[in-house]
């Protein structure tokens, strides 16, 4: 079975300081994709960044980078210089092309900004 | 703007009734997603469908039912099978297997 575990249920910063959100993955392709996403209180799901499996170079997307480690199938998420609006649930998910591009998602982990 | 609508925002049912959870997009994706959310846990699979007058099971689909007559409309019907129906629905679209999803707002269910 396909699995996604973010060992992590909450997580607390500081305005302005960095935090590492956990993610682990199950799988035995080789090709897939992995993605976070943001859930505010609003509820609307936010994509924050994607990576691809075959690419070595870990993405970025402005305070957001990831830090993937493919042999060991782990996929965190960096936030840095965080900010109130950062608050959020923030799931981690992948899909592999040949099961349908379905997306698995993690449990998702709370992050709590404090002023 | 293109984008994912899910009707209604709430909706309440009263055990043993149907409902119809409404899905439309205007951004000419092929694929679409129908996700559940209870509280503790990510979003699990409904259904899927990859293309018009096709869709396949995901991971929870007893008690849900669907349909694909058009590629903009994604309707997702909960049946009075779905022992707990309460909780927070998602539909979501894709253009392809390098994007994400795109998500609508979501529904909110409760069974009264």
């Known amino acids: 079975a396909q699995t996604v575990t973010q060992s992590q249920p909450e997580m607390s910063v500081q305005e302005a300081e960095t935090v590492t959100l956990s993610c682990t993955y199950d799988?035995?392709?080789?090709?897939?994709?992995l993605f976070w996403y943001k859930q505010p209180p609003s509820r609307q799901m936010i994509l924050v960044i994607r990576q691809e499996a075959y690419k070595q170079q870990n993405a970025t997307e402005n305070r957001f980078s990831v830090n993937f480690q493919k042999a060991a199938k782990s996929f965190s998420l960096k936030i840095s210089d965080s900010q109130l609006g950062d608050a959020a649930m923030y799931f981690c998910a992948y899909k592999v092309p040949e099961y349908g591009n379905k997306l698995v998602f993690g449990a998702g982990t709370i992050l709590r900004v404090k002023s | 703007d293109g984008g994912i609508t899910q009707s209604p925002k709430y909706l309440f049912r009263k055990e043993g009734q149907n409902v119809t959870l409404s899905c439309e997009q205007n951004l000419n994706h092929d694929a679409m997603y129908w996700y559940r959310q209870d509280p503790g846990q990510g979003l699990r699979l409904i259904y899927y469908s990859q293309i018009v007058n096709d869709f396949q099971k995901g991971d929870i689909a007893e008690g849900y039912s669907v349909s694909r007559e058009k590629k903009e409309s994604f309707p997702l019907t909960v049946t009075s099978a779905q022992k707990n129906p309460t909780a927070f629905y998602l539909c979501?679209?894709?253009?392809?297997?390098?994007?994400?999803?795109?998500f609508g707002s979501g529904t909110r269910l409760t069974v009264v």
């Open positions: 979501a679209s894709s253009r392809g297997h390098l994007y994400g999803y795109t």
């Open positions: 799988t035995s392709e080789s090709d897939y994709y």
